[in-house]
């Protein structure tokens, strides 16, 4: 049987949850022997890769970038899996949407006291109205709740998702694993 390809991807967020990833210490390399990391911020790679088993997605979608990006995720991957209270609730980024996106850059960008105020255009994707969590956007297949999910949290989890032995879930053995 050939290794569980693992994905990680960070949409809109601090990257709180990929330093949660990262605290695992010396357990990630346990994870790296069993499977193969083959998309992450913490790897080089550029393109996400086709046949993924399972990707951990932290962060909101505020962006068409974002949604396009949680698609091809989604389409590419067996399992999806919302890391962290962004990805599960829209938490922090969300908490311009009672506002709006144009109204919360006019505050901070134009309103707030700077010596030039202006709203930044160049080289950024145009804001959706709310940032939302990825459930709104496409099937999640687990929530992993916290702001970040503990080291110990996510550990176990992919722990038991790589050992075939989390309960309830099933992976999706389409590709392989």
């Known amino acids: 049987m050939s290794k569980l390809r693992l994905a990680t991807l960070w949409l809109d967020g601090c990257s709180g949850c990929h330093m949660s990833l990262l605290d695992t210490d010396e357990r990630l390399l346990e994870l790296a022997a069993r499977a193969d990391i083959v998309y992450s911020p913490l790897v080089d790679a550029k393109q996400f890769p086709e046949r993924v088993d ?102 176990a989890a992919l722990d038991a998702l790589i050992a075939g032995t989390a309960d309830g879930l099933r992976l999706d053995t389409r590709f392989g694993a």
Do not use: K, W
Request: hydrophobic share 45%; with cysteine.
């Open 54 to 155: 399972v990707v951990c997605i932290e962060g909101a979608v505020s962006t068409g970038e974002d949604e396009a990006r949680l698609r091809l995720a989604r389409q590419r991957s067996g399992l999806l899996i919302a890391m962290g209270d962004c990805a599960v609730t829209g938490n922090v980024p969300a908490m311009r949407n009672p506002l709006g996106a144009e109204a919360m850059l006019q505050a901070v960008y134009r309103e707030s006291p700077v010596l030039a105020p202006q709203i930044p255009t160049e080289d950024l994707p145009r804001l959706h109205d709310h940032a939302l969590p990825l459930h709104r956007f496409v099937p999640v297949d687990l929530f992993i709740p916290g702001c970040p999910p503990a080291a110990g949290t996510l550990f």
